[in-house]
């Protein structure tokens, strides 16, 4: 393979998206030992504040763009003390086809989720509950489980810990009884390496895994002057360094990623830096859109994400949009 000149997710290059990933709270009740979040969280002792966080939700609009993710991690999101409010904004701001919400939990406050649920049915939500077996036991896991409402928007993963293969397919199968469906077994990453105590029989079930994330990836390289695709799965992204190589790749995160942490400032995305000089508690959205960004893709050596790599209409005209 030589240059690299294409890369994310077929759905991302058919239409005009943006990826928000919402880092609003670093805090979490857990302390999980693989966890990859732990040197950020100490970065982080405050949450997004609400002056940021309308500030966000009320400009987003404004970018015209054709359809919005919003990917809800933390920490533990739950815990973010003006979750309801996030809500109520994607609930005024955002029609239910142009936009959908993935938010990553723990599982622990499920009953703290259902309250807001209960609140805005309407919402097109879908909850990815990560269990943690080594700081919440799997009976109370369960029972959690079966309490819940709303099992059809949910996705449950499960980090595979080294000889509990057989306790995870027995979970599966009881949670299926409370009406979930859509389950995903991983792997524990240390270092960028599968957790090296995994037995035979643990590596054999990860080489035919029916219960695989669904997240299919691309590359595509100018081999000899011809196109050649790279198709993979996030688990592959992870595990592959190969795969991760974008140097000279022109990106544009920024006008069609971003990541949004606790303090009210933004990245472009994860592979990016932080802006320096801007924060969502001091500036408008649309300054960072407009006159950060650009700055930063006017440099000749921008680092590429493989994730939401175009912005096809151009970038609209934040003048005409607001005299209109």
């Not at 994310?8 to 943006?18: F, T, V, Y």
């Not at 649920?117 to 896991?141: C, G, R, V, W």
Request: net charge neutral; proline share 6%; aromatic share 14%.
């Amino acid at each position: 393979m030589d240059t690299i000149i294409k890369a994310g997710s077929e759905s991302k290059w058919k239409r005009n998206s943006m990826l928000i990933a919402c880092n609003f709270n670093m805090n979490c009740n857990f302390k999980c030992s693989y966890c990859f979040n732990q040197n950020t969280r100490k970065n982080f002792n405050e949450q997004l504040s609400p002056k940021a966080l309308h500030n966000l939700f009320s400009n987003l609009p404004l970018l015209k763009k054709d359809f919005y993710s919003f990917a809800i991690a933390g920490g533990e999101p739950s815990l973010y003390e003006h979750f309801p409010d996030m809500l109520k904004y994607i609930n005024e701001f955002f029609s239910p086809e142009n936009y959908t919400i993935f938010m990553s939990t723990n599982g622990s406050l499920l009953h703290k989720l259902e309250d807001y649920l209960k609140e805005y049915p309407e919402l097109n939500f879908h909850l990815a509950i990560s269990m943690h077996l080594e700081q919440m036991d799997a009976e109370t896991y369960l029972k959690k489980f079966s309490q819940f409402k709303f099992p059809n928007v949910c996705r449950i993963k499960l980090m595979l810990k080294p000889g509990t293969l057989a306790q995870a397919n027995d979970i599966i199968e009881k949670a299926k009884s409370f009406g979930y469906t859509d389950f995903i077994i991983q792997p524990i990453i240390i270092n960028s390496n599968v957790h090296p105590d995994y037995t035979d029989e643990e590596k054999l079930f990860f080489a035919h895994n029916p219960y695989p994330s669904n997240t299919a990836l691309f590359n595509e390289y100018l081999n000899n002057g011809q196109t050649v695709k790279k198709d993979f799965t996030k688990e592959e992204f992870v595990l592959n360094p190969e795969l991760v190589n974008y140097s000279g790749l022109q990106c544009l995160a920024g006008h069609s990623s971003m990541r949004v942490f606790a303090d009210g400032s933004i990245a472009p995305c994860h592979f990016h830096k932080r802006a320096p000089d801007f924060n969502l508690n001091m500036h408008s959205l649309l300054e960072y859109i407009y006159i950060y960004i650009n700055r930063l893709h006017a440099h000749p050596h921008t680092a590429a994400a493989p994730v939401l790599l175009r912005f096809p209409s151009g970038i609209p005209n934040m003048r005409k949009d607001r005299a209109t």
